[in-house]
């Protein structure tokens, strides 16, 4: 766990590490709906599709995005709990950004 954070989520998303920062959608989640983060409860602005990545925590501007207890990008702004970790405020530590379709993935 990171920072005393509980490991309770929504059983739609998946913690693939204590260490994650991040949590994957197991199934596609539609905006409006509320996801169990930790304890919060969090009603989603945008979807998510499945095999997509929600915050787990607060992530400050810069900050490393960790999936498999591993840094995969930085955040490019602050991203909120709960909301939706992806190429509109992440920047790929591994690939060029502009080589990403920014609407691949788009929400649902």
Known sequence: MIDGETDEHDPRLLLLSGRDNVLVARETIRPGETVLVGRRKVVLARGVARG?????????????????????????????VGEHVHVHNVKSDYT???????????EP
Do not use: N, Q, V
């Open 52 to 80: 997509h990545k929600l915050a787990r925590l607060p992530i400050p501007a810069g900050e490393k995005i960790l999936k498999y207890g591993a840094p995969i990008g930085s955040a490019t702004r602050p991203i909120e």
């Open 96 to 106: 060029a950004t502009h080589l990403i379709d920014a609407s691949a993935g788009a």
